[in-house]
């Protein structure tokens, strides 16, 4: 039977909030380029825009849905589904300084996602100082203790 591990707040972080964010930031962005052209006062707003794209690029549209069995993990984008050994974890580890402390988990062998994919757990740490409990649970499930 499948758990899911990721946190159901994934399509919202994945979907919602960064086309809210870019869509508003980039209509505001473009409406000053259009009126007043590309200025000095408009290259701030512009560089802004596509630090932002980027930042959420690497942070919330990469992230994908989690499940897991007894023997394998199914790593969705909500789009298309793969199955992945267990096996095929090689590390996993989370990274502490965003809010939603996601976590990255590498593979031995690539797999249509890649290497390594970004998800967020559906456990909260209960302090910024200790390892987050997915952490500990991923690193069970895959044998890697």
Do not use: H
């Amino acid at each position: 039977m499948r758990t899911t591990i990721s946190s159901a707040a994934t399509i919202f972080y994945k979907f919602v909030f960064p086309t809210i964010w870019i869509g508003l930031f980039g209509v505001g962005t473009i409406a000053q380029l259009v009126k007043t052209g590309f200025t000095d006062e408009t290259r701030a707003p512009f560089i802004g825009l596509l630090f932002g794209i980027l930042i959420f690029y690497a942070s919330c549209i990469r992230l994908k849905k989690v499940e897991i069995d007894n023997d394998n993990m199914y790593v969705s984008n909500y789009f298309s589904e793969i199955e992945v050994e267990k096996s095929n974890i090689l590390y996993v580890e989370e990274v502490r300084f965003f809010n939603t402390r996601p976590i990255w988990i590498y593979f031995r062998e690539p797999t249509a996602y890649g290497k390594r994919i970004l998800f967020i757990p559906s456990q909260r740490p209960i302090s910024i100082f200790k390892d987050s409990p997915m952490v500990k649970r991923l690193i069970k499930f895959a044998d890697l203790e």
